[in-house]
Each structure stands twice: as structure tokens, then as C-alpha cells.
């Protein structure tokens, strides 16, 4: 299993950015994906990354705003969140699937290991 921590989350304004960091231990390759979940709400997903072919992809909520990008030799996963909006705020979590090494899913239930979460609240 891949043990998984999140850092970077934190208060900011409208319009600000953050970047959210995932560290991971256990060998690779797993596809990994960004996931959050706001108060009253279902856990949604945000991003996802392949492993070493690049391939990313986006909730259309966060498309052109959020950048997701790994660097496997520091076994780290990253969220760029650029002009950030009050309704991103939600609990972060990043999450592995050991099963795929591409072509990574959007689905909660496709990924086997999760972080703990890291806050991020935009006011307004």
C-alpha cells in the first residue's frame, strides 16, 4: 500500500493561489489523483495524473485554473490552485491507484490508497 501525506492547504482570499503537496512512500508506478470534499457534500474529483507519461486531466470546475504535476524521483504529487474561489473550499485529498500506470480514472472508488486531507477555505 502507498502511504500518502498532504501539506499546503491553508486560509486565503478570492483570487489567490495555493499549492497543495502530497508525499508518498511505496514503490511506484501508480496513477494519482486530487480529490475534495466540501461540508454537506459528496467527495469530488479535481485531478489526475499518469504516472510517467504526463497525461492529466481536469474537473471541468477547476480546468484552466488548477494545474496537477508529479515528480517521481521526490515521490511527490503537486496542486497548483490558481484564482481561487470561495466554493473551492473543501477538504484536499490526493489518492494513488496502484492498478494503473495510465490513463488514470476519476472515480473515487478506482484509487486504493488516500491521504489524511488538507483543508483549504477561500474567503470572499
Known amino acids: 500500500q502507498v502511504q500518502l501525506v498532504e501539506s499546503g492547504g491553508g486560509l486565503v482570499q478570492a483570487g489567490d493561489s495555493l499549492r497543495l503537496s502530497c508525499a508518498a512512500s511505496g514503490r511506484g508506478p501508480y496513477a494519482m489523483g486530487w480529490f475534495r470534499q466540501a461540508p454537506g457534500k459528496e467527495r469530488e474529483f479535481v485531478a489526475a495524473?499518469?504516472?510517467?507519461?504526463?497525461?492529466?486531466y481536469y474537473a471541468d470546475s477547476v480546468k484552466g485554473r488548477f494545474t496537477i504535476s508529479r515528480d517521481n524521483a521526490k515521490s511527490t504529487t503537486y496542486l497548483q490552485m490558481n484564482s481561487l474561489k470561495p466554493e473551492d473550499t473543501a477538504i484536499y485529498y490526493c489518492?494513488?491507484?496502484?492498478?494503473?500506470?495510465?490513463?488514470?480514472?476519476?472515480?473515487?472508488?478506482?484509487?486504493?490508497?488516500w491521504g489524511q486531507g488538507t483543508q483549504v477555505t477561500v474567503s470572499s
Open positions: 495524473i499518469a504516472w510517467s507519461d504526463g497525461f492529466t
Open positions: 489518492a494513488a491507484d496502484r492498478s494503473r500506470r495510465f490513463a488514470p480514472g476519476t472515480g473515487s472508488h478506482e484509487y486504493d490508497s
